[in-house]
Nanobody, 119 residues
């Protein structure tokens, strides 16, 4: 059984940094896609960062500020958030795919962790 558990969300001031963690377990092929998404109240879910064995990609709104990386030994996916802006306020979700990122077949999702950025 696949499980994803996010942590690290917090309330910070604009310009600050956070590191989100997603501990994963179960039948996940680490070469396949894992990623971070976010959703703010009243808005559609937004793809933030994806990574697989072949590529890493970022959404335009976070490119140059956020970094996605994995620690295979700890079975953890991370998202480093730098230069935070109030518009980054959202619930952040970790997801795991059953294929490479280009297919975007995300079968597993975590419960989310809240990031709130004040001006």
């Amino acid at each position: 059984q696949v499980q994803l558990k996010e942590s690290g969300g917090d309330s910070v001031q604009a310009g600050g940094s956070l590191r989100l963690s997603c501990a994963f377990s179960g039948d996940i092929y680490t070469k396949f896609c894992m990623g971070w998404f976010r959703q703010a109240p009243g808005k559609a879910r937004e793809e933030i960062a994806l990574t697989d064995a072949d590529t890493t990609r970022y959404g335009d709104s976070v490119k140059g500020r956020f970094v996605i990386f994995k620690d295979y030994g700890k079975s953890t996916l991370y998202l480093q958030l730098n230069g935070l802006k109030p518009e980054d306020t959202a619930m952040y979700y970790c997801a795991a795919s059953v294929d490479y990122c280009e297919t975007r077949q995300f079968a597993y999702w975590g419960q989310g962790t809240q990031v709130t950025v004040s001006a």
